[in-house]
């Protein structure tokens, strides 16, 4: 059996994964909680609640689910604390998620953000886009 990977999941696929039930995003959760380790820190939480939480969304899915899926993937995250921030990103907004994978020895950081996807790799962290990660092996 292969060992697990250590992955580390951009709020944007989170989202995306929970708002369109069979999308890339969503097969790409799907086999991270099957084959992964899921990394987050308390920022890269916060962000996922902030962000599944708003009003808009929900048309798409109830809050009610929203919040339960919120409280699954906290349970299955390993959280990451970050000793010591990086500046990486071109938005440093989205160090935190550099933080949790180099902090967290990440082996990858699944994400649709190109001020990320930018950066692959970084310090020996891939960063591939969901649809790149259904492909990895």
């Given at each position: 059996m292969n060992q697990r990977r250590r992955l580390v999941l951009d709020t944007n696929v989170l989202v995306s994964a929970v708002l369109r039930n069979g999308s890339i995003p969503h097969r790409a959760l799907l086999k991270a909680r099957a084959e992964g380790w899921l990394l987050a820190s308390d920022e890269t939480l916060a962000e996922f609640c902030t962000v599944l939480l708003r009003e808009k969304f929900g048309v798409t899915v109830a809050r009610v689910l929203r919040e339960q899926v919120l409280q699954e993937y906290e349970q299955l995250c390993t959280l990451?604390?970050?000793?010591?921030?990086?500046?990486?990103?071109?938005?440093?907004?989205?160090?935190?998620?550099?933080?949790?994978?180099?902090?967290?020895?990440?082996?990858?950081?699944?994400?649709?953000?190109?001020?990320?996807?930018?950066?692959?790799?970084?310090?020996?962290?891939?960063?591939?886009?969901?649809?790149?990660?259904?492909?990895?092996?």
């Open positions: 990451i604390p970050i000793p010591a921030p990086i500046r990486a990103c071109r938005d440093p907004k989205d160090d935190k998620f550099i933080e949790v994978a180099v902090h967290g020895r990440a082996d990858l950081i699944v994400t649709g953000d190109q001020d990320l996807l930018v950066l692959d790799p970084f310090l020996g962290v891939g960063i591939l886009t969901p649809a790149e990660y259904l492909g990895w092996a």
